[in-house]
């Protein structure tokens, strides 16, 4: 049974950080794409992070890099974001998704957790 389970979201003033967290299972991650989405209210849902777990290769969104950072835990199944000097147009639901089917790191992946929320207050 394929799992991702996200955690971590919550609610922050500007300029504070949080760190999500997703554990994967069910499903072969390795030389594969981790990656950390993002959909605010009326909006399309975006690729903010990926991380190849072949190479620890990271990809980021320009509107979140230098501020975000994707990476693995020890245990390998778990996917990281750290997300520092928040913003209030950060504010949205982060989904974390594995196996990359489309093309490019924020193409569409097979698999998707339920979400975890992000509010920031200006």
């Known amino acids: 049974q394929v799992q991702l389970v996200e955690s971590g979201g919550g609610s922050v003033q500007a300029g504070e950080s949080l760190r999500l967290s997703c554990t994967v299972s069910?499903?072969?991650?390795?030389?594969?794409?981790l990656a950390w989405f993002r959909q605010a209210p009326g909006k399309e849902r975006e690729g903010v992070a990926a991380?190849?777990?072949?190479?620890?290769?990271?990809f980021y969104a320009d509107s979140v890099r230098g501020r975000f950072t994707i990476y693995r835990g020890e245990a390998k199944n778990s996917v990281y974001l750290q997300m520092n000097s928040l913003k209030p147009e950060d504010t949205a639901m982060y989904y974390c998704?594995?196996?990359?089917?489309?093309?490019?790191?924020?193409?569409?992946?097979?698999?998707w957790g339920q979400g975890t929320q992000v509010t920031v207050s200006a």
């Open positions: 998704a594995g196996d990359l089917v489309g093309d490019g790191w924020s193409g569409l992946y097979r698999y």
């Open positions: 991380i190849y777990t072949g190479l620890d290769e990271t």
């Open positions: 069910g499903f072969d991650y390795t030389n594969n794409y």
